[in-house]
């Protein structure tokens, strides 16, 4: 082989490999991009991953799969890429496990683990997708979203599920309970109590449910 041949050679291995690397480097940022941003934030609130902790600040952007905590008399505002917005109380814990939106394609899925505390989650273009999933996954229960406005957490010492709009089901080990009417609740006592039937909450519980995610 002439010298000119392999030099053309190495010249097209090196164009090859310095694709891939920009192509890798690409989708590793697109990645650090986040799925969305904190608009909103009262008081303190940090993320914790691998054992170590950083406060979140306003406009920050969140991961996946990362512990997200607040403190006491914290309210934090999390905004995903398709409008989802996702309020979360004080002393709660969160964490978002999956999410994917393709629009192009019709595709949408989210699913949130809450650890602890009370949440209002508010789909956005996600819940219009033809193909979507959104889940809520709770101490207690786990709840499906078929875009819509939903409260979960203690509210008047009872820990229940608000519908505020639109359709969910709640369900867990003991069974489960759809609501679609809005001001309909369901009290949810532990994994493996059946939730209640559906009733109206009534003006006072509506109003401490949506205390404990409003900002002040």
Not at 51 to 62: D, Y
Not at 67 to 77: A, F, H, M, Q, S
Not at 137 to 164: E, H, K, S
Not at 166 to 181: E, K, P, Y
């Amino acid at each position: 082989m002439q010298q000119n041949q392999i030099q053309y050679i190495r010249h097209g291995l090196f164009c090859s490999l310095t694709l891939i690397c920009f192509l890798m480097t690409s989708f590793a940022a697109a990645e650090d991009l986040g799925v969305g941003t904190v608009t909103r934030l009262q008081n303190a609130a940090e993320i914790k991953t691998a054992g170590a902790a950083k406060k979140l600040a306003l406009g920050a952007l969140v991961q996946k799969n990362v512990t997200i905590e607040t403190g006491n008399d914290t309210r934090l505002e999390i905004t995903f890429k398709d409008g989802t917005k996702l309020m979360v109380g004080e002393n709660a814990r969160i964490k978002i496990d999956e999410y994917f939106y393709k629009p192009e394609k019709g595709i949408g899925k989210v699913i949130i683990d809450v650890l602890g505390g009370a949440f209002r989650m508010i789909t956005g273009k996600i819940g219009k997708q033809s193909q979507n999933h959104v889940l809520a996954r709770t101490q207690n229960a786990y709840i499906g979203v078929r875009g819509t406005d939903f409260f979960a957490g203690q509210a008047l010492n009872a820990y229940g599920v608000l519908l505020i709009k639109g359709v969910i089901t709640v369900r867990n080990d003991a069974g489960g309970r759809l609501l679609n009417t809005a001001g309909t609740g369901v009290n949810v006592s532990g994994p493996n109590s059946l939730p209640s039937e559906a009733v109206p909450w009534g003006e006072k519980r509506v109003k401490a449910a949506l205390a404990a995610v409003s900002f002040q």
